[in-house]
C-alpha cells in the first residue's frame, strides 16, 4: 500500500487549506489513520488521529482548529486546516497503522507535504 499525500502549500496566518492522502489500493481494516507534522529542527509529532470506530483525538496545539476525516469510498483521508498560525509551518505526513489490503496488513507512511504559513 502507498499513501500520497497532497494540498500543502503556501498559506497567510488565519487561512485555510485541506489536506488530502489517498491509498493505492483499497483498505478493508485498519486501526488508526493519522496526520503527523515536522518543523525543521523538532520532532515528527501527530496532530490528529482517527480510528476506526471514528474516534478523534488532537493535541491542544491544534484542537480545535484541525478536522480530521475519512471518506471510504474514496479510500482517502483529510485534514482540514483552519486559522492557521506560522508555527503550523512543516512538512505534514500522513500515516496508516494497521491498514489491511486484502491479506497484506502493515504501518505505511505518506511522502510528506509542505505547509508554510506566513505572516
Known amino acids: 500500500v502507498q499513501l500520497q499525500a497532497s494540498g500543502g502549500g503556501l498559506v497567510q496566518a488565519g487561512g485555510s487549506l485541506r489536506l488530502s492522502c489517498t491509498a493505492s489500493?483499497?483498505?478493508?481494516?485498519?486501526?488508526?489513520m493519522n496526520w503527523y507534522r515536522q518543523a525543521p529542527g523538532n520532532q515528527r509529532e501527530l496532530v490528529a488521529r482517527?480510528?476506526?470506530?471514528?474516534?478523534?483525538n488532537y493535541p491542544d496545539s491544534v484542537k480545535g482548529r484541525f478536522t480530521i476525516s475519512r471518506d471510504t469510498a474514496a479510500n482517502t483521508l483529510y485534514l482540514q486546516m483552519s486559522s492557521l498560525k506560522r508555527e503550523d509551518t512543516a512538512v505534514y505526513y500522513c500515516?496508516?497503522?494497521?491498514?489491511?489490503?486484502?491479506?497484506?496488513?502493515?504501518?505505511?507512511w505518506g511522502q510528506g507535504t509542505l505547509v508554510t504559513v506566513s505572516s
Open positions: 482517527i480510528t476506526s470506530s471514528g474516534d478523534t
Open positions: 489500493r483499497r483498505i478493508f481494516r485498519w486501526e488508526s
Open positions: 500515516h496508516g497503522l494497521g491498514l489491511c489490503s486484502g491479506s497484506v496488513c502493515g504501518n505505511y
